[in-house]
Nanobody
């Protein structure tokens, strides 16, 4: 069993930066990929960025060049560095761990990110 705890959300002005963290407790040996999703009010949850166990990364077109996903295996933590934030980045951000078992995956509790002036 894996539990995910997110931190780092908050309010920032357009053009600013925030870094989200997602710390995992429990065994992560079966983790295939770590990802960040987000959900804005009235919208479906969308995939923002992914990093696989091999270190390959992938990003939504809307955040390419502005967001960076990374991980610290020693700390069992995944990060999302968000730069040049825009009002349309406002959403609740969720970390997600997927395992090699398609039926088992884990979600964080969500972190609110608000970008406004």
């Amino acid at each position: 069993q894996v539990q995910l705890v997110e931190s780092g959300g908050g309010w920032v002005q357009p053009g600013g930066s925030l870094r989200l963290s997602c710390a995992a407790s429990g065994s992560s040996s079966s983790i295939y990929a770590r990802a960040w999703y987000r959900q804005a009010p009235g919208n479906q949850r969308e995939l923002v960025a992914t990093i696989t166990s091999a270190g390959y990364t992938n990003y939504a077109n809307s955040v390419k060049g502005r967001f960076t996903i990374s991980r610290d295996n020693a700390k069992n933590t995944v990060y999302l560095q968000m730069n040049s934030l825009k009002p349309e980045d406002t959403a609740v951000y969720y970390c997600h761990y997927s395992t090699y078992n398609p039926g088992i995956n884990y979600w964080g509790q969500g972190a609110q990110v608000t970008v406004s002036s």
